[in-house]
């Protein structure tokens, strides 16, 4: 069909909207071609009759990527507009530049469909309510999705190509630094250095995270952290900054990569989740110099797993403060959790009974145990 029997008087009447996006604001300031294309198409609506005072340009996508319109405002002010009927056509230099999302690019044709409103893009005019248009914008939808998938895992096979090998350069925890030529060594500040040295050695003898950052609170110490710009800050010690480099491998001279993993969620936000070091790309052991040796590193895991809360725990942790007996070694019969103390008030005085422990089969409850004149004790997942 001609280019102008489909502009019709009703489609001029309305505005004519011009759609500009690149991928990254590198693409922005490097990639001028692009720019000075896209923009060069308001001579296209002109010519197809349009005043230049109907052109609206929407550009506030720029360095914005394509895979979503969840975070494109821009995007989304243009379906709304034309959902409302306002555009009577859509320009764009190709479909990549209105989207990438297949489902995004279907759902921008269906309401065009509806609302009577033409789309335009470097090879020519299309019509959405006609079949044949329809088809062929469907398929360039889809082909631009694919390319999408395309590049993505071409830079992902790149980059893993470089991380089996250890060659990839990631960013390094505090303490740890690249040198001119690129290999990890250690932090050259002597301060640095020995403030780290001396926190695995206080853990190695304390054996707890926790208690690792009261003595550095109670000795004043501080614990280096490096800031986004290179700078390094000597800061208080806080419990997160202790697991977080207890966890780290890279202390232990081990090339990691993939730790975390990325997910997408419905809504559009980024969620991180902990990988298994079985899932991990890439693990390296002694592939750089560390502050502490992986079997050290792995001792320290094991450490850490055995404070937290569990059956090893329960086990291997002494008796605490009250006068509850076989606080955290008595086990629920019904779920296998352990019971836990809850004191409604400080028992001064007191000395310890006997605990008894009363089966749920029996009160016909969740667990509990009591020793008369003593608190109640209930597991935390019964």
């Not at 909207?17 to 001579?43: C, D, F, H, P, T």
């Not at 977080?244 to 081990?254: C, K, M």
């Not at 850490?304 to 070694?329: D, V």
Request: proline share 5%; hydrophobic share 40%.
């Amino acid at each position: 069909m001609n280019v102008h029997l489909k502009v019709q008087p009703h489609h001029l009447e309305r505005g004519a909207y011009l759609y500009i996006r690149q991928s990254s604001m590198r693409q922005v300031v490097e990639n001028v071609e692009s720019a000075k294309r896209q923009y060069a198409l308001r001579g296209r609506a002109v010519a197809l009759g349009w005043r230049d005072e109907q052109i609206i340009v929407i550009d506030n996508d720029q360095g914005e990527s394509g895979a979503s319109a969840a975070w494109r405002e821009g995007f989304q002010r243009l379906v709304s507009d034309v959902g409302m009927g306002h555009a009577g056509i859509v320009m764009g230099l190709e479909v990549s530049r209105l989207a990438r999302n297949n489902a995004d690019w279907q759902r921008l044709l269906e309401i065009c469909a509806l609302a009577d409103t033409l789309i335009l893009d470097e090879d020519g005019v299309y019509d959405p309510a006609s079949f044949n248009d329809r088809l062929l914008l469907g398929l360039k939808g889809t082909m631009s999705e694919a390319e999408l998938h395309v590049i993505k895992a071409r830079l992902r096979g790149g980059i893993l190509n470089k991380v089996r090998r250890g060659e990839f350069r990631c960013l390094l925890p505090t303490g740890l630094v690249y040198d001119h030529f690129g290999n990890v060594t250690l932090d050259p500040d002597m301060q640095v250095r020995e403030t780290i040295i001396h926190f695995f050695e206080m853990f190695s003898r304390l054996g707890s995270a926790s208690q690792t950052v009261k003595v550095f609170r109670n000795e004043g110490l501080l614990f280096p952290s490096r800031l986004h710009n290179g700078d390094t800050l000597f800061r208080p010690l806080t419990a997160s900054t202790a697991m977080r480099v207890l966890n780290n491998p890279r202390y232990a001279g081990a090339y990691t990569y993939g730790r975390r993993q990325f997910r997408r969620t419905i809504d559009g936000k980024r969620t991180l989740r902990a990988r298994d070091i079985d899932d991990w790309p890439a693990c390296i052991p002694d592939a750089h110099p560390g502050y502490i040796s992986w079997e050290r590193h792995q001792e320290n895991l094991k450490i850490l797993k055995a404070n937290g809360r569990g059956f090893e725990a329960a086990r291997a942790s002494i008796p605490r403060e009250g006068p509850a007996l076989l606080q955290g070694r008595a086990v629920c019969g019904q779920c296998g959790s352990h019971l836990r103390v809850r004191y409604a008030a400080r028992l001064a005085g007191r000395k310890p009974g006997t605990f008894v422990i009363v089966p749920a089969s029996i009160v016909g409850s969740p667990c509990v145990s009591r020793s008369p004149g003593l608190p109640s004790m209930k597991p935390s997942a019964c």
